[in-house]
T-cell receptor, first 109, second 114 residues
């Protein structure tokens, strides 16, 4: 069956460091992969979309990589700030999206 | 931000009663989705719509029905609410197919079935 796995344990880092979150998937051959941010009590907010023929995509302090051989995406936040603390979700699919359970990021001052 | 609202934002209901949640979007998006989010399960798709009167089932559709009579409105009905349907429900919309388009999410409805 299709699975999307994200680290269930929270990632704790210090302000200014780079946060790296992992999304692994099995039994998918996605053409696209997306990342969302979710704050407590709110709906997810879209961050980035990367296509299978793009190895890397950047937006401001965010960078996403997509390795279809490893079946893995890495999501990086450089120069992290306490305001980056949130849960980050990856999602795959074509006509619909399947979401991972998310990884909580905690950035301490 | 895309204008997508949900009503009600909070609801408490009794087991066995029907419940309807409403999603309204002002972006003229063709696709709309209903998800539920539960601890340990993440976001799971209940139903989605790919046009007016065109809907399909998602991963966890049992006990739910949907209707879309206008582009802007997508209704989710729990035909006879059960305690297992206590959850936070999110509506989303996208201009095109989910995979290649960002989804815009509503603020969520917290439903408690007692």
């Amino acid at each position: 069956s299709q699975k999307i796995e994200q680290n269930s344990e929270a990632l704790n880092i210090q302000e200014g460091k780079t946060a790296t979150l992992t999304c692994n998937y099995t039994n998918y051959s996605p053409a696209y992969l997306q990342w969302y941010r979710q704050d407590p009590g709110r709906g997810p907010v879209f961050l980035l979309l990367i296509r299978e023929n793009e190895k890397e995509k950047r937006k401001e302090r965010l960078k996403v990589t997509f390795d279809t051989t490893l079946k893995q995406s890495l999501f990086h936040i450089t120069a992290s700030q306490p305001a980056d603390s949130a849960t980050y979700l990856c999602a795959l699919g074509y006509s619909t999206l399947t979401f991972g359970k998310g990884t909580m990021l905690l950035v301490s001052p | 931000d895309a204008g997508i609202t949900q009503s009600p934002r909070h609801k408490v209901t009794e087991t066995g009663t029907p419940v309807t949640l409403r999603c309204h979007q002002t972006e003229n998006h063709r696709y709309m989705y209903w998800y539920r989010q539960d601890p340990g399960h993440g976001l799971r798709l209940i139903h989605y719509s790919y046009g007016v009167k065109d809907t399909d089932k998602g991963e966890v559709s049992d006990g739910y029905s949907v209707s879309r009579s206008k582009t802007e409105d997508f209704l989710l009905t729990l035909e006879s609410a059960t305690s297992s349907q206590t959850s936070v429900y999110f509506c989303a919309s996208s201009p095109g197919l989910a995979g290649e388009n960002e989804q815009y999410f509503g603020p969520g409805t917290r439903l408690t079935v007692t």
